[in-house]
């Protein structure tokens, strides 16, 4: 019996990552004759939202908070939770017909003379354009601090963190002055005591101010690129002041120590030499773009990024990466703020494939 050739699934354009920056390009991409996919490691849609903790929410109301095309319910004054993130996702996916298919797991990218191939767990595909939209959530970053090996109690990642519950009556150090840390702090402290650890002091921005002044900044910033001025964004690592954090700070504990020296067996050392007894730790310490798979492309890794002039490859023609914060676009990593950077990416890429 004669053994099945593999078929290589051909396409104009593989978007790699099935989140809200992979749909936001395909919504541009189905205007036009090319032919796309997205290949998306994940079982549901929805992206990386669905492995968040229970109670996250976005900081931007509803109707600050969509995609191209259709607005996100909820209106003007609600924040949206996880469930209705990765619902509006899903349903945003499928009332565009956008091209999915999942799960499919990319082993390996090469390019040579002008065409990728891809290896994935679906087998073989091959493209003349691929856009990474992997983001960072599979790529969590924990600090080397000296005794991590030595902490003998529970030592995870805010990707890892689900609920409270398994922290009741536990003394945990949570380390991160970002809103994730901010975030997981407000409801962990309602079960357990806690230690926010910070490298510099938590800054909070005022009640007023959320997401939605995000979409007013990146288009200021769009603009002003487009009239030649200068414009410098608001800095997006101020804690935005949600309703959780606005309770916590009601219950007076949103005060922070200084940054850990190094772990002991039963807790931490902290810069001003006081030690600090923990049972459990939860590192709030961000991500790094997600780029593993792109290591074997023709192209140089500075400080975890890929050179770029906005999304387009500045070294490799044919290559784009797409939604992975400020190195790709201002609020580029946000649902709100990737969809002006999809639709540039979707006009050069037609450009480049005419």
Same mark, same amino acid.
């Given at each position: ?6 078929? *290589? ?33 994940? #079982? ?8 968040? +903790? ?9 109707? +600050? ?38 799960? #499919? ?13 891809? /290896? ?5 595909? /091959?493209?003349?354009?691929? #856009?990474?939209? *992997? ?133 931490? #050392? ?49 290559? +784009? ?5 400020? +190195? ?27």
């Amino acid at each position: 019996m004669r053994e099945t050739q593999e078929v *290589t699934k051909v396409y104009d354009v593989i978007i790699i990552g099935g989140g809200q920056s992979g749909l936001a390009l395909a919504y541009y991409l189905r205007r036009t004759s090319l032919k796309y996919v997205i290949l998306d490691a994940e #079982v549901s849609p929805g992206g990386s939202w669905q492995n968040y +903790w229970s109670s996250i929410t976005l900081f931007s109301p509803a109707q +600050w908070s969509s995609l191209p095309g259709t607005l996100m319910p909820g209106g003007t004054e609600h924040y949206p939770g996880k469930e209705e993130v990765t619902g509006y996702l899903a349903s945003y996916e499928k009332r565009y017909e956008l091209k999915v298919e999942r799960p #499919v797991i990319v082993t390996d990218i090469r390019w040579h003379e002008d065409v990728f191939s891809l /290896q994935t767990s679906a087998g073989s595909y /091959q493209s003349a354009v691929v #856009v990474g939209a *992997t983001g960072s959530f599979k790529n969590p970053f924990i600090p080397e601090i000296p005794g991590r090996a030595a902490f003998l109690g529970k030592m995870i990642h805010s990707a890892d963190y689900h609920d409270p519950s398994v922290f009741s009556n536990q003394r945990v150090g949570i380390i991160g002055e970002g809103n994730s840390g901010a975030q997981i702090l407000s409801e962990v402290s309602r079960v357990a005591d806690t230690f926010w650890i910070t490298k510099d002091p938590p800054d909070f921005l005022p009640d007023h101010v959320d997401g939605r002044y995000l979409f007013d900044a990146a288009s200021q910033l769009f603009e002003a690129k487009k009239n030649g001025r200068e414009y410098i964004p608001p800095s997006l690592g101020h804690i935005v002041m949600v309703t959780s954090i606005k309770d916590a700070r009601s219950r007076h504990v949103l005060h922070h120590y200084p940054s850990v020296v190094r772990f002991t067996a039963s807790g931490a #050392v902290l810069e001003d030499h006081r030690e600090l007894p923990l049972d459990a730790v939860i590192f709030c310490t961000g991500f790094r773009p997600a780029l593993g798979i792109f290591q074997n492309l023709p192209v140089t890794f500075r400080h975890d990024k890929i050179p770029t002039s906005g999304t387009r490859s500045r070294e490799l023609p044919g290559l +784009w990466m797409l939604g992975y914060g400020s +190195w790709t676009g201002f609020a580029s990593a946000t649902v709100v703020g990737v969809g002006r950077s999809a639709k540039t990416t979707s006009i050069e890429i037609e450009e480049f494939l005419k």
